[in-house]
């Protein structure tokens, strides 16, 4: 399965149906599941339940499909017909703030439902979908995806959601965040790139911060307040430690929320572990500039797109003896100008007839190629690079 793909989600499910949820698993279950995967956090390295092989898959894919089983999880939790594609897409289309024009409108109009749907899951995800551009990016996924779950199950449960419900949910969490933010008497890199992280999440952007007295009174949903909580001790994890301050701001929120000191407890103790587990991992806690970033998100994308199409990749640069030989070449000493200039035409002739090698015949497509050359020897055998060490 290949999220990036079209035709993931009904491959998705085809898989998921020789391993659906056991009916024993509760709502705490499923949100403690993405938790452990990330997904509460904004950075997901595994699936929820085990349900598929993570393979290669990305952090952005991971969160695919983290993101439609938790909906599926909600969907079975209340019900169990077989409506769930078409479920999932009524309700992006009420809570969809975005107009759309006429056109916009009629190409939508056209598209099957799990089309549709993976069109919708795209948009969610990515804080930017532009290709180019999100490759300059710290952040890639948006961090506040559990609103969506949240709001999801406000739709099975009440057969409707509203745009007001909506505002006032991303407007309690915002509260509350920038209140803990608030706590802290020196903000440090972690905290302005969580504020950046979090602005470039939420829904809407005209939102009215409200008084954190009346929000945390009037929160009840059980999940909800474990999500509050976790992206509070999100705020407080800069030194690693909870000090005196921020501890008495946690236990007020705790008795505001109706919650045992062993949740907060919990929390604490999971954001620390998830961290310390992952810390090279999270752009979060990075300390990279823009340059940082785009390389490596640019070689992940590289060798994500290489290691898919290996097979079919490998044959064309067998049938292109010239290249073949230039990339040879380029293991023993340096191209020059011109010879660096047919390696790229050459290799954009490949990409033409591979489709979802196309992002390189993209405008600024041209600067992924340094990466494309310097992955391509690992696919090949190694006699074609003697010098490889084999790790």
Known sequence: MNPSAKGWIKKLFADYKTKPFSKHYSLDDLYNELKSSGFVYGTNFKIIFNQIEVADLTQEELCKVNMLLAFRFVYEYYGDDEKFVDSVTEFYNIIDDHKRSFFQELFLGKKKSYDLLESMINKRIAIDDNVITKNFSYFITNTLLFVDVLAYEKYIQDGQITDTYL?????????????????????????????????????????????????????????????????????????????????????????????????????????????????????????????????????????????????????????????????????????????????????????????????????????????????????????????????
Not at 344 to 368: C, R, T
């Open 167 to 391: 505002r006032e949910l991303e407007a309690s969490i915002e509260t509350i965040i920038f209140a803990a933010l608030d706590v802290k008497k020196e903000k440090t890199k972690y905290d302005e790139s969580l504020i950046r992280l979090f602005e470039a999440s939420f829904r809407y952007h005209d939102r009215e911060r409200l008084q954190y007295e009346h929000v945390a009174k009037n929160i009840t949903n059980l999940l909800t307040k474990y999500y509050i909580i976790d992206l509070v001790c999100m705020t407080f994890w800069t030194d690693k430690v909870i000090d005196e301050e921020e501890h008495i701001f946690l236990k007020h929120l705790g008795t505001d929320l109706n919650m045992s000191s062993e949740v907060l407890e919990k929390a604490t103790d999971d954001i620390f572990a998830f961290y310390t587990a992952h810390k090279d991992e999270i752009a979060l806690l990075k300390s990279r500039n823009m340059v940082q970033s785009f390389y490596e998100n640019s070689s992940n994308m590289v060798k994500k797109l290489i290691n898919r199409n290996k097979k079919r990749l490998a044959t064309e640069l067998y049938e292109s003896k010239e290249l073949m030989i230039l990339l040879t070449q380029s293991t023993t000493r340096s191209l020059t100008e011109e010879e660096q200039k047919r390696v790229k035409e050459q290799l954009l002739d490949i990409f033409k007839s591979i489709p979802s090698l196309a992002i390189f015949m993209l405008p600024g497509g041209m600067l992924l190629l340094p990466f494309v050359i310097k992955y391509i020897p690992k696919i090949l055998p190694s006699g074609f690079d003697d010098n490889r060490v084999d790790e």
